[in-house]
């Protein structure tokens, strides 16, 4: 069946650190695929999509591109800051499906 | 941009009795809304998806008795637990698809902290 798989966290950074949360999939056809961010005590928020094979989805400094070859999506952001700390969750959706699927969630920390 | 309000956002309550939580689609129209629950250690879990005046979907194993899922309209869907138990204690999440395209991005409400004491 169709999954997906993101690195286990926490992942603790300093500020500016470079930051890159690992994402692989599993699915028949082609899935889209996101990254949502989860902030304390709330629900979740998109970050970016991508839609097809090769495409890069950015927002807020994050980037992630979708790679076909490799079945990845990892988020990537150069810089830091200590407002990135979050619950980021890599997700995916087939065609004609109505249902999401999510990883489990990756927990990120930044010191300052 | 479309917003998603979930209420109450926490909820405490004795043992045996029943909680409603409501989702609503503030600056849209959602025909479909899924149900989520967030365990510790971050995990979503998909509930059931509402769609509006038909039954929910239920996943498997997910008591549909237990967790009464109503979508009157196009934009309101409630989940009332019912006979809650401290086992149900929980982060509930409801989301909604804006759009009819199965790869429009969901949006979420802020969640409901359900406490069973």
């Known amino acids: 069946g169709n999954s997906v798989t993101q690195m286990e966290g926490p992942v603790t950074l300093s500020e500016e650190a470079f930051l890159t949360i690992n994402c692989t999939y599993t699915a028949t056809g082609y899935p889209s695929l996101f990254w949502y961010v989860q902030y304390p005590g709330e629900g979740l928020q998109l970050l970016l999509k991508a839609t097809k094979a090769d495409d890069k989805g950015s927002n807020k400094g994050f980037e992630a591109t979708y790679r076909k070859e490799t079945t990845s999506f990892h988020l990537e952001k150069g810089s830091v800051q200590v407002s990135d700390s979050a619950v980021y969750f890599c997700a995916l959706v087939k065609n004609r499906d109505d249902k999401i699927i999510f990883g489990k969630g990756t927990r990120l920390h930044i010191l300052p | 941009g479309a917003v998603v309000s979930q209420h109450p956002s926490r909820v405490i309550c004795k043992s045996g009795t029943s909680v409603k939580i409501e989702c609503r689609s503030l600056d849209f129209q959602a025909t479909t809304m899924f149900w989520y629950r967030q365990f510790p250690k971050q995990s979503l879990m998909l509930m059931a998806t509402s769609n509006e005046g038909s039954k929910a979907t239920y996943e498997q194993g997910v008591e549909k008795d237990k967790f009464l899922i109503n979508h009157a309209s196009l934009t309101l869907s409630t989940l009332t637990v019912t006979s809650a138990h401290p086992e149900d204690s929980s982060f509930y999440i409801c989301?909604?698809?804006?759009?009819?395209?199965?790869?429009?991005?969901?949006?979420f409400g802020n969640g409901t902290r359900l406490t069973v004491t």
């Open positions: 989301s909604a698809r804006v759009g009819s395209s199965y790869n429009s991005p969901l949006h």
